[in-house]
């Protein structure tokens, strides 16, 4: 029961100092989630023009399961 009481004590007198700061990890993840998610459609466009052509030429995909 004691402990439970601690923890509610500590989040109501938790006043936020000794917190770190992410702000510039968070920053830098977001830009690199942008140019992830960039290249993940560059990549698709890609793969959907090589199949085009592949299809324009008269490839058929001998797929076995």
Do not use: C, W
Request: no cysteine; hydrophobic share 30%.
């Amino acid at each position: 029961m004691d402990k439970i009481l601690r923890q509610f004590r500590r989040i109501y007198s938790d006043d936020g100092r000794g917190d770190v700061d992410f702000s510039d990890q968070e920053e830098r993840l977001r830009q690199a989630q942008e140019r992830l998610t960039g290249r993940t459609r560059e990549l698709a466009k890609a793969a959907e023009n090589l199949n085009r052509a592949a299809m324009s030429v008269g490839f058929t995909p001998n797929i076995k399961h």
